[in-house]
T-cell receptor, first 111, second 114 residues
Framework: GENVEQHPSTLSVQEGDSAVIKCTYS??????FPWYKQELGKRPQLIID?????GEKKDQRIAVTLNKTAKHFSLHITETQPEDSAVYFC??????????FGKGNQVVVIP | NAGVTQTPKFRVLKTGQSMTLLCAQD?????MYWYRQDPGMGLRLIHY???????AKGEVPDGYNVSRLKKQNFLLGLESAAPSQTSVYFC?????????????FGPGTRLTVT
């Protein structure tokens, strides 16, 4: 199966600064990489995703980059705001549309 | 559309009791999944289904059973609950066709086993 690792486990940033979370995956056949945001006590919500035929995707203050050769992908949040504080999970798809999730990153935006 | 719903939202069980968690989706999705979420462990797949009448084991299936008698419903059963099954359980579904991989999550069920 697929193995996804996520670093760092906790990230503290000053409001207005950028945050970057990196994930690595093991299965070179994976072709879809989503990022989910989970606020305390809530369900995970998809915030951005990228497919293997694209190197970068951007949506307002959020971007994801993919390096297939190195098998890693990263989430970039610019101009961070207090509402960006949450746990972020990366994932990679494998057989039968299953997602292998990383263990999550706690992002804390300090006002 | 309600999306993905889960019943109940909270439950406390004693060791050895049984219960069934219900997941329902109204998006006509083919694939459905059950995850458990524990602190620091991310989301781990328990069982999944690729269509009505099918089920398959995920990463952590021991102590759980599932059924998918109707396309819109996916049930997770605990026959004899153990404290190690204290967790938050999430159900998710995805369309599966046309290269659609996005999984939609339910609100979760917080289960405590004493």
């Amino acid at each position: 199966g697929e193995n996804v690792e996520q670093h760092p486990s906790t990230l503290s940033v000053q409001e207005g600064d950028s945050a970057v979370i990196k994930c690595t995956y093991s299965d070179s056949a994976s072709n879809y990489f989503p990022w989910y945001k989970q606020e305390l006590g809530k369900r995970p919500q998809l915030i951005i995703d990228i497919r293997s035929n694209v190197g970068e995707k951007k949506d307002q203050r959020i971007a994801v980059t993919l390096n297939k050769t190195a098998k890693h992908f990263s989430l970039h949040i610019t101009e961070t705001q207090p509402e960006d504080s949450a746990v972020y999970f990366c994932a990679a798809v494998y057989g039968n549309n299953r997602l292998a999730f990383g263990k999550g990153n706690q992002v804390v935006v300090i006002p | 559309n309600a999306g993905v719903t889960q019943t109940p939202k909270f439950r406390v069980l004693k060791t050895g009791q049984s219960m069934t968690l219900l997941c329902a989706q109204d998006m006509n999705h083919e694939y459905m999944y059950w995850y458990r979420q524990d602190p620091g462990m991310g989301l781990r797949l328990i069982h999944y289904s690729v269509g009505e009448g099918t089920t398959a084991k995920g990463e952590v299936p021991d102590g759980y059973n599932v059924s998918r008698l109707k396309k819109q419903n996916f049930l997770l059963g605990l026959e004899s609950a153990a404290p190690s099954q204290t967790s938050v359980y999430f159900c998710a579904s995805t369309l599966s066709s046309g290269g659609s991989y996005e999984q939609y999550f339910g609100p979760g069920t917080r289960l405590t086993v004493t």
